[in-house]
């Protein structure tokens, strides 16, 4: 049984392919739906919020389009992990592999989507004329953090969903609070003082905003605090496994 | 090898399901009642490697269950297992065939969840679709194949999986005559290569030709254990009774 632990890497990079098979066969427009739901949500946003507002954040598209695309990673990939199980019942009830690689093959499907994303804003950053300056690879950094947030929080919806039905729409719920709750749409500044610290208890509020810094201010976060991210990254990512592998021995039972 | 000892499992069946709120939360009220199924009672069992074991038994007397624990895919109540060596279940024709995508794409997924590389199924693809007889169907989606074709096609694949232990339930329910035969080679030449095999049929014919040792199982125990003949006689008896 050996081999198995080598061969998960293959089996994920099988469910990948089969995953952006699935998704997109059927759709003339395929592919381009996934991409372009992200920037026209971008787009809305821009224009009410700069254009009718007249926000005074300077950069501001390249200001919201960060924050939606991270925002929308974070969405569709626990969103639709969180359906691995029951989407996938067949593979789970008929076959052994490691459960955990149907999560991480989903999630991984939904990173590649956001790096696709994340070209086009390389595009909208040159069109703004800025260019992202050797900090920028810190990004890779909380590329990988906002992976294994996204990761370890699928872990414990997929493996909660079995038993709940209601947890879809309670996570979505949460999820549209948390959008507003995020510092996507509206600078950190109109939000009073003393909610600083509720928005940071957010990893993806800090990512968002150290992501602005390096790419928009050229500033690196400090050490402290990309230390408490990592922190955070870990905590959460840790304990999502951990949950996960107490449920997974009943998952083919409970489909 | 197989070692299993004591090997219990219940399934406890609520008589009415919860999985809203709504009704775990009523339910909170009226106490829930389940039905306690007893898969398996305290089973024990050696597989030697090489043996063609076949099970049988009644529906429900436990040869799924056993099956599903062995593969990993239910874990015990109580009880040990212990495999020595690659498994490959072929617990239900298709296993993992997604209908939306062709036969192509379904041998490369099926081929990788059942242990083998990129480059063993490339190596072995053509094997597969002459076997299966699928060569001018191959780029066909999976969900426009009958029955028969996803059996052959299924059976196929699994037949390139270099496993050691094969655990074969009720395969042979679908499928033609000629795939029947195809089947029965497959087997002739697993029995040649020494492959250790469990084999859950209801056809008496087959036992009697492939297995060494045959298991009767009743109500997640074993009833009985020995030759072919005796044990289906036995299984007979209690059929009619």
Known sequence: ?255 | MIQVKNLSKEFLIPHQRRDTLKEGFIGLFKKSTYERFKALNNLSLQVAPGEFIGIIGKNGSGKSTLLKILSGIYQPDSGSVEVKGEIAPFLELGIGFQPELTARENIYLNGTLLGMTRKEINQRFDSMVTFAGVENFIDLKVKNYSSGMRARLAFAIAREADADIYLIDEVLAVGDESFQQKCLEVFRDWKRKGKTILFVSHNPGLIEEFCSRVILLDQGRILAEGKAKEVIEQYHKCNSL
Do not use: C
Request: proline share 4%.
């Open chain 1, 1 to 255: 049984m050996t081999k198995k632990k080598n061969h998960n890497w293959h089996i994920i990079r099988e469910l990948v392919i089969s995953e952006f098979k699935l998704r997109y066969q059927n759709s003339y427009l395929g592919y381009f739906w996934t991409l372009v739901k992200p920037l026209l949500l971008f787009g809305v946003i821009y224009l009410v919020f700069s254009v009718f507002m007249q926000s005074p954040v300077e950069n501001y598209a390249i200001y919201l389009l960060l924050g939606v695309l991270v925002w929308n990673f974070f969405t569709e990939a626990t969103l639709i992990g969180m359906n691995t199980f029951i989407n996938k019942r067949d593979l789970v009830t008929k076959i052994y592999f490691s459960r955990a690689a149907l999560i991480i093959a989903s999630t991984i499907s939904s990173l590649i989507t956001l790096l696709l994303n994340f070209i086009i804003f390389l595009v909208f950053m040159a069109a703004a004329r800025i260019m992202p300056g050797p900090e920028a690879l810190f990004f890779l950094l909380y590329l990988a953090e906002m992976y294994f947030i996204a990761t370890g929080v699928t872990f414990i919806l997929a493996s909660l969903y079995i038993h709940f039905r209601d947890l879809q729409h309670i996570w979505e719920i949460l999820l549209q609070i948390g959008f507003w709750l995020t510092p996507i749409v509206y600078p950190m500044t109109i939000v009073p003082t003393i909610y600083h610290r509720y928005i940071y208890l957010n990893p993806l509020a800090r990512i968002i905003e150290y992501a602005r810094d390096i790419f928009i201010r050229h500033h690196i976060p400090s050490l402290y605090l990309n230390v408490v991210l990592l922190f955070m990254t870990t905590v959460i990512f840790f304990s999502g496994y951990f949950i996960f592998k107490t449920q997974e021995k009943k998952i083919a039972e409970n489909l």
